[in-house]
């Protein structure tokens, strides 16, 4: 199993532009995070997907982000326009109904270093 | 509002000795509490969990507490090895009732070094 997959590792763009995150989770799972961590912050939740409906995007800094989640291989976290205040670390993580260690254990990918400039 | 705190940023110890790992929460409808590890340049990855319904659960160097009353629970890692160095976080879920299932409130991590 490869693991969540996120791309890219990281990303360097300037004020304005628009960003693109992609995440495939691990194949079989019905859940979808995405999270935002910072280091006064910790990991925030974003938004998550249960069988690619989004269930909760309470957590969605404002209209610039979205997230979809086409099918149950991929999803994106788009930020347009960026801002300096959203360079963070995002990570996209998914997990079955059940885990297998644990009944909430969610499976991280590595994760996307942004800096906007 | 920052439902899952972690007041301390980092903690040092020797290796060999114990370490403690605190965490307190405001939310009295959380049930369900896990811990995370996370090496730098990776995603954090599932350590241990504990159910309201218990106050303790150990396995192997790893025990964490959870004290319902005081909405407070703690990480216990004896002994401490170098290879424990990394950071820790919290985690949180109500999702007895339903609606929440699989949302995880996470804290702010605490950065865990162990000097050989």
């Known amino acids: 199993d490869a693991g969540v997959i996120q791309s890219p590792r990281h990303e360097v763009t300037e004020m304005g532009q628009e960003v693109t995150l992609r995440c495939k989770p691990i194949s079989g799972h019905d859940y979808l995070f995405w999270y935002r961590q910072t280091m006064m912050r910790g990991l925030e939740l974003l938004i998550y997907f249960n069988n690619n409906v989004p269930i909760d995007d309470s957590g969605m800094p404002e209209d610039r982000f979205s997230a979809k989640m086409p099918n149950a291989s991929f999803s994106t976290l788009k930020i347009q326009p960026s801002e300096p205040r959203d360079s963070a670390v995002y990570f996209c993580a998914s997990s079955p109904s059940f885990g297998r260690q644990d009944p909430y254990e969610q499976y991280f990918g590595p994760g996307t270093r942004l800096t906007v400039t | 509002d920052q439902q899952v705190k972690q007041n301390s940023p980092s903690l040092s110890v020797q290796e060999g000795r114990i370490s403690i790992l605190n965490c307190d929460y405001t939310n009295s409808m959380f049930d369900y509490f896990l811990w995370y590890k996370k090496y730098p340049a990776e995603g954090p990855t599932f350590l241990i969990s504990?159910?309201?319904?218990?106050d303790k659960n150990e396995d192997g160097r790893f025990t964490v507490f959870l004290n319902k009353s005081a909405k407070h629970l703690s990480l216990h890692i004896v002994p401490s090895q170098p290879g424990d160095s990394a950071v820790y976080f919290c985690?949180?879920?109500?999702?007895?009732?339903?609606?929440?299932?699989?949302?995880?409130?996470f804290g702010q991590g605490t950065i865990l070094t162990v000097h050989p």
């Open positions: 504990i159910s309201s319904i218990k």
């Open positions: 985690a949180a879920s109500d999702a007895a009732g339903g609606t929440s299932y699989g949302k995880l409130t």
